[in-house]
């Protein structure tokens, strides 16, 4: 295409062009900040952006997935930019970088009509969905003081967000309804999965963590927030553990000027969906998980 190129991020003012993309296509969803980028920055993870005539007009994000055995892809294409060939020099650059870096199999997502014909073009297939839930915040209340356990900050127990990894994340993560298993590094909940300690709760019996809930803040929307991962091991399940930790962080929400609060879903996962609609919260949007192998087909190859 003429006027194209398609360029690694490097600068700062690279990443915040990447950002700004992202955004645009995705205004509903939190976008991590410059120095949250830099953050997660690893060797076989690859961000680019499209310049077309001086402007950009695409990103992408080629890494490994947190399913195992696999990598995730993202070509994001600005609306005025689509159906120009852009996304498809994209997605070929960053299919060609996750074949570089020796996976097989590819994994997306998606989140209307027009990006799963796109991907099903090049032999993506769907392998289930995600839904949203969302939640207004108004006047929350506390919950009541746990007897059985406590309920903590990360910022005030800073040495317990690994000791979480260990005690709950790597015990529930196989509970996602995901096709392969979920697999997440200890640097990456350290990284990816928090952002602001204040804003993090863990439930304590002793020593011993036995849930986590909170929030990831956004610095462009500071009004909404994102649930981050809620979890508590099995032996503690059914005794409102989860929704302890969830209602007070929505109460910390309403303390920090927060009015809104969102979450992705697993379809499968029954339970956090019904506990997510007793505590209020409504359906938004889905978005569809792909997949294809490696290295990708053209979509006359496909039967597009």
Known sequence: MGGMEIRAVE????YEAWRQVRIAVLPH?????????????TPHR???LADRDGTVVANGLSDRSNEAGRGFVAPRVRPEARRQGVGTQMLSALADHAVAQGYTVVGAGVEDEGSLAFGQRFGFAE???QVEQVRPIGDESWPDPPTAYEIVT???RPEQWAAAYEQVAQPTLPDMDTPTPVVVSAEEWATEWINDPAAMFLAMAGDDVIG???LLLDTDRPERAEVAYTAVRREWRGKAVASTLKRTSMA?????GITEVYTWTQQGNENMRR???HLGFTYGAVSINLRAPLPLKLAEEVGA
Do not use: F, K, Q
């Open 275 to 277: 506990l997510n609609e």
């Open 46 to 48: 690859l961000l680019l």
């Open 29 to 41: 969803e939190r976008c991590p900040s410059v120095a949250e980028l830099r953050e997660l920055e």
């Open 11 to 14: 600068t700062d003012a690279d």
């Open 252 to 256: 910390w929400a309403a303390e920090h």
């Open 127 to 129: 392998t289930g969905r």
């Open 212 to 214: 986590v809930a909170g």
């Open 154 to 156: 990360v910022a005030e």
